[in-house]
Structures are given as structure tokens and as C-alpha cells.
T-cell receptor, first 112, second 113 residues
């Protein structure tokens, strides 16, 4: 039973445009949500997080939106750059000290 | 630098052999996690330590798998009698007190032939 879902296995975006990566979750006990980025042959790198008490968190070109009623979050990257090409994992925790549950990932390709 | 080192980076072993991986987090990371990732999937949780105490183990962690974290510093993950299905990337992640995010090491790629 997958608790964190990313229904788009891949996404292609033109350089300079907005990338929107979506994520849905099923467990209403999740209170923290995170996005990780992964390049081939490397471990995932933390990108941005959001607590369930917020609906938006912004860090430079990256913004995460959380719709708790819909159990949905999204990551916006503006403007997209070729270096953003990677696999992006959505993840969730019940508490800040709990294990992190990952989605299957979305492979983003930013085309120059 | 995430402050989490894993050794070795790659391991090729014959089916039936035992293998051991090591994870070294910096001292500020009191929480330590082991994950396994196969191609096309997200990391799957295996086990979790708070200091030296192993707080949770996934059902994925069969009897052939054992993890330790003596003295709450480095951790080892041992797989006994390896099977081809054990071939995967084994990731260690660590977080400090009060941090919500876990920082990953670069992983150990295991290939069982």
C-alpha cells in the first residue's frame, strides 16, 4: 500500500518555464512533507520541506504548496534550469523524528 | 557534504555470501535510518536508530538482515546468505535533534551475482 504517490513518472519542461511536480498522500497522520532531488549514482539530496500547519513554503526558485484537505502537495520550480534535471521524490513523516516515507519519484528533464 | 559517509560505494558478491555495509554520520546526527532503493522506485525504509537504540524495523527486513549502531555513532547493516533479489542501492540517512529533514549518504550499490 503506497502511502505517498507520484503519478507522473516523468516530466519534460523547457528551460526558463515553470516545472510543477505533484504528489498525493493517503495517510492523514502525516505532518511533515519533504522533497528530495536525486542524481544518478548519488544519494537523495534534501530540497525543501513544509509542515502541515503551513500551506506554502518558498526557498529561492523552489516553492512547495500543501493542500491538506485534498492530501495533495506540489513542488514548483521557477524558472527551470537544465541543472534541475533529476529525479524528484516526494516524502512524508508523521512527526519530525519519524521515518521518512518516499513516493516513487518523478524524473524531470529540463530542455535547454 | 551531507555529513553522512557510506562505505563501500560498490560491492559485488556471489549469492550466498555475507556482506556488511557501514555508515558514518557526524556526531550531531542522533537519528540514523537505513533505506533500500531499487531501480524506478523510491527509497524503502528498512530500519531506524535513535542513538544506539533500534526503534523500528520494517517487515522488509528479513531475518537475513541485521543492523547495529554501537555507542550511537556509526552503524552497520549486514546481509547474510545474499540473494539476487538483494541487489539494490542501500542508503543511510541521518538527522540531528530538532531537524525535520534527514540527510543521505551517497549509498552502497550491491550487486549479487
Amino acid at each position: 500500500d503506497q502511502q505517498v504517490k507520484q503519478n507522473s513518472p516523468s516530466l519534460s519542461v523547457q528551460e526558463g518555464r515553470i516545472s510543477i511536480l505533484n504528489c498525493d498522500y493517503t495517510n492523514s497522520m502525516f505532518d511533515y512533507f519533504l522533497w528530495y532531488k536525486k542524481y544518478p549514482a548519488e544519494g537523495p539530496t534534501f530540497l525543501i520541506s513544509i509542515s502541515s500547519i503551513k500551506d506554502k513554503n518558498e526557498d529561492g526558485r523552489f516553492t512547495v504548496f500543501l493542500n491538506k484537505s485534498a492530501k495533495h502537495l506540489s513542488l514548483h520550480i521557477v524558472p527551470s534550469q537544465p541543472g534541475d534535471s533529476a529525479v524528484y521524490f516526494c516524502a512524508a513523516q508523521k512527526t519530525s523524528y519519524d521515518k521518512v516515507i518516499f513516493g516513487p519519484g518523478t524524473s524531470l528533464s529540463v530542455i535547454p | 557534504d551531507t555529513g553522512v559517509s557510506q562505505d563501500p560505494r560498490h560491492k559485488i558478491t556471489k549469492r550466498g555470501q555475507n556482506v556488511t555495509f557501514r555508515c558514518d554520520p557526524i556526531s550531531e546526527h542522533n537519528r540514523l535510518y537505513w533505506y533500500r532503493q531499487t531501480l524506478g522506485q523510491g527509497p524503502e525504509f528498512l530500519t531506524y536508530f535513535q542513538n544506539e537504540a533500534q526503534l523500528e524495523k520494517s517487515r522488509l527486513l528479513s531475518d537475513r538482515f541485521s543492523a547495529e549502531r554501537p555507542k550511537g555513532s556509526f552503524s552497520t547493516l549486514e546481509i547474510q546468505r545474499t540473494e539476487q533479489g538483494d541487489s539494490a542501492m542501500y542508503l543511510c540517512a541521518a538527522g540531528g535533534f530538532g531537524n525535520t529533514e534527514a540527510f543521505f549518504g551517497q549509498g552502497t550499490r550491491l550487486t549479487v551475482v
